[in-house]
């Protein structure tokens, strides 16, 4: 647990510390929620090394910041800086403040909080005379290669960490001093070096821009209460209540200032997207009503805000989304009316040809139908069939023997086989079906109700 708050180190010429004091023992203090504010020189110190943590680059040793600009009475390294108004952190409208010290190249992190830039005109040199003119227009001529020069260069630059704690690097520690906040600039305006440094302590210390989220909800649309799972294509209503640190009352009042809030509803990705607006009337509200996605699974309710200068604000909730129950579908889905006529028509059609098919009438009279030849294959080639006269009726070869009875018409046929031994081969062979036969001897007289 620290000690401390808030860490001020004005020692920037200082070339040991106590050994409790490391770069990595500051890095230390920031992810407990402890607030640096630290002085920097144009001199080699141990705070080099922290510097680069931060992703800040200082120039070689010994190259404070010079300007020509504008003409004065001052040394070319006390400079008036003009304040830039586009900063959150300060008050618009700050006039220029008087800078010595040493500037800063800014790295590619998005943590860092640019507070106040170099003049255009300035440049960082080891040397006061123009006796190095020479040295910068060859290095401008090389597209500013080592060339330490521009307002790209930060002065006083922020670092805001991920939970939430502040760093301030300032390149020089006589821009804090007393001498500078009285002192007067070139236009024979008044410094205003008192009220820029109370703005950058208010941020590095967290008495201004500091936000939090005091509590958030969801419910379907008509509900009041968070259910345990939502189904597929609820509405939904999500409420978040944020709120802002006033250091004159030390209490926290609610905000509704911020006109960018988004919500996403995501499963591994955003399925919505949507922004969050404040809600007019209700101070610190922020409400949106959305519908939920067609898909069943783990949703989280994602809030993520992080701008340069306030208190990122982030908050995640886990929800079900599931499937309707059996009973929650609709009965019918206009598009499905293809399928559904598809199979009412097939229905019908398949009831009104059976019933016209049991129903129809299947009497009718019955063709003759001339038994098949007999196949050659069915005898040897040495026997023939010996030549007899056709019988015109059975009662001319079997008098005595009745025909079989049958529920249907019957029809005879004559098959002049001898050998009763090819009977049943020629009844497979033959298509003749037989149903009853009479043999005499001669003749085969076969009864069947249906002759192929």
């Known amino acids: 647990v620290p000690n401390y708050d808030h860490i001020i180190l004005f020692a920037p010429e200082t070339k040991s510390y106590a050994q409790d004091i490391t770069p990595q023992s500051l890095v230390g203090l920031l992810s407990e929620n402890t607030n640096l504010l630290i002085a920097l020189s144009?001199?080699?110190?141990?705070l080099k090394s922290l510097v680069t943590e931060f992703s800040l680059i200082l120039p070689p040793p010994d190259t404070p910041l010079i300007s020509h600009h504008p003409a004065r009475s001052e040394p070319q390294t006390t400079i008036p800086v003009p304040v830039s108004s586009s900063s959150p952190i300060l008050t618009p409208?700050?006039?220029p403040i008087w800078f010595t010290g040493a500037p800063h190249a800014l790295g590619s992190t998005p943590m860092l909080v640019p507070i106040l830039h170099a003049p255009a005109e300035s440049f960082a040199t080891d040397s006061t005379s123009d006796a190095d003119s020479d040295t910068l227009v060859s290095a401008s001529k090389k597209n500013g290669e080592g060339l330490w020069a521009g307002s790209q260069m930060g002065l006083l630059t922020g670092f805001q960490t991920n939970v939430n704690s502040h760093v301030v690097f300032a390149g020089g520690m006589k821009m804090f001093s007393d001498e500078y906040a009285r002192k007067e600039l070139p236009s024979e305006g008044a410094p205003r070096n008192a009220l820029f440094m109370k703005d950058?302590?208010?941020w590095v210390f967290q008495e201004k821009m500091k936000l939090r989220i005091d509590a958030v909800d969801h419910h379907r649309v008509g509900e009041s209460s968070a259910p345990e799972m939502y189904t597929t294509n609820d509405e939904i209503v999500y409420t978040a209540h944020i709120s802002a640190y006033d250091s004159r009352t030390s209490t926290w009042k609610p905000y509704s200032s911020i006109d960018d809030l988004q919500l996403e509803f995501t499963m591994l990705d955003p399925h919505i997207r949507t922004s969050l607006p404040a809600v007019a009337g209700s101070p610190g509200t922020y409400q949106v009503q959305f519908r939920a996605p067609d898909?069943?699974?783990v949703f989280k309710f994602v809030l993520?805000?992080?701008?340069?200068?306030?208190?990122?604000?982030?908050?995640?909730?886990t929800v079900p989304v599931v499937l309707p129950r059996h009973d929650q579908?609709?009965?019918f889905l206009s598009a499905a009316w293809p399928?559904?006529?598809?199979?009412i028509s097939t229905s019908v059609g398949f009831f009104l040809f059976t019933a016209l098919w049991l129903a129809g009438d299947i009497k009718g009279e019955q063709k003759n139908v001339s038994p098949p030849p007999i196949s050659h294959h069915l005898f040897p080639t040495t026997y023939f069939p010996p030549p007899m006269s056709r019988p015109s009726s059975i009662t001319s070869i079997a008098p005595s023997i009745p025909a079989p009875t049958f529920t249907r018409p019957y029809e005879y046929s004559f098959i002049d086989i001898q050998p009763s031994t090819r009977w049943t081969t020629y009844?497979?062979?033959?298509?003749?079906?037989?149903r009853s036969h009479l043999w005499d001897g001669a003749w085969h007289v076969c009864f069947s109700e249906r002759v192929c």
């Not at 993520?304 to 909730?317: A, F, I, Q, V």
């Not at 399928?339 to 199979?343: H, L, M, Q």
């Open 93 to 95: 409208g700050i006039p």
């Open 427 to 434: 009844l497979s062979e033959g298509c003749v079906l037989c």
């Open 295 to 297: 898909r069943h699974g």
């Open 339 to 343: 399928y559904f006529t598809g199979a």
């Open 200 to 202: 950058v302590a208010a």
């Open 304 to 317: 993520n805000w992080k701008r340069k200068g306030y208190s990122y604000l982030e908050s995640s909730t």
């Open 42 to 46: 144009p001199k080699q110190t141990p």
């Open 329 to 331: 579908y609709p009965c």
